[in-house]
């Protein structure tokens, strides 16, 4: 299993372009996440899926829009890349809502990240 | 204010010592989760653990132990005979059964040889 993939690993931006971070997961899980981690900071939550078609916002989602027509896809797209949007992004899935409940196995699944700067 | 403060920022220790990396937490619901996650120099978030606001039992794995006291809103996090492959940042996180997710800002721990 490759578990959860990230598409890009880095990306140059330049201020006012647009762009999707792609993510996409094979175990079959409902819940996926997108988060950014800020410089020195912990993880924030932009959006979140409970399933393919329903997406909810998490605390930072301005600036950003999700899709989710099916179940292993979660693409993240920022239309007007802006110089706060430098972050690492993390795409995760997790098997219940937020792994609270996935007795033995990894609460939530992350990808390796996508480090994106906008210049 | 900070549903999740980690007021430790930055510690270093000799290879060996015992080290406890402090996680303090904010929330009204009586059913929350909370998580230790471990992000080392690569980059990858590693799970550590996992505890539901109904068990307070602590938790011991190998060189990690975990101190969970709902009655001072902490969970603490200790590693005895630090390595320097210990050496990383150092997440707490709580989930509230709203799904409110919070991190911590995380503490860094280096692991002097």
């Known amino acids: 299993n490759a578990g959860v993939t990230q598409t890009p690993k880095f990306r140059i931006l330049k201020i006012g372009q647009s762009m999707t971070l792609q993510c996409t997961q094979d175990?079959?899980?409902?819940?996926m996440y997108w988060y950014r981690q800020d410089p020195g900071m912990g993880l924030k939550l932009i959006y979140y899926?409970?399933?393919?078609?329903?997406?909810d916002k998490g605390e930072v989602p301005n600036g950003y829009n999700v899709s989710r027509s099916t179940t292993e896809d979660f693409p993240l797209r920022l239309e007007l890349a802006a110089p706060s949007q430098t972050s690492v992004y993390f795409c995760?899935?997790?098997?219940?809502?937020?792994?609270?409940?996935?007795?033995?196995?990894?609460?939530?699944?992350f990808g390796d990240g996508t480090r994106l700067s906008i210049l | 204010a900070q549903k999740v403060t980690q007021a430790q920022t930055e510690i270093s220790v000799v290879e060996k010592e015992d080290v406890t990396l402090d996680c303090v937490y904010e929330?009204?619901?009586?059913?929350?989760?909370l998580f230790w996650y471990k992000q080392p120099p690569s980059g990858e978030l590693v799970f550590l653990i996992r505890?539901?606001?109904?068990?307070?039992q602590n938790e011991i794995s190998g060189r990690y132990s975990w101190n969970f006291q709902k009655s001072t809103s902490s969970f603490n996090f200790t590693i005895t005979a630090s390595q320097v492959v210990d050496s990383a940042v150092y997440f707490c996180?709580?989930?509230?059964?709203?799904?409110?997710?919070?991190f911590g800002t995380g503490t860094s721990l280096t692991v002097i040889p």
């Open positions: 996180a709580l989930i509230e059964s709203g799904n409110q997710f919070y």
């Open positions: 505890r539901n606001s109904f068990d307070e």
């Open positions: 899926s409970v399933g393919a078609g329903i997406t």
């Open positions: 929330t009204r619901d009586t059913t929350y989760y």
């Open positions: 175990m079959n899980h409902n819940y």
């Open positions: 995760a899935s997790s098997l219940t809502p937020w792994g609270t409940s996935d007795r033995g196995h990894q609460p939530q699944h």
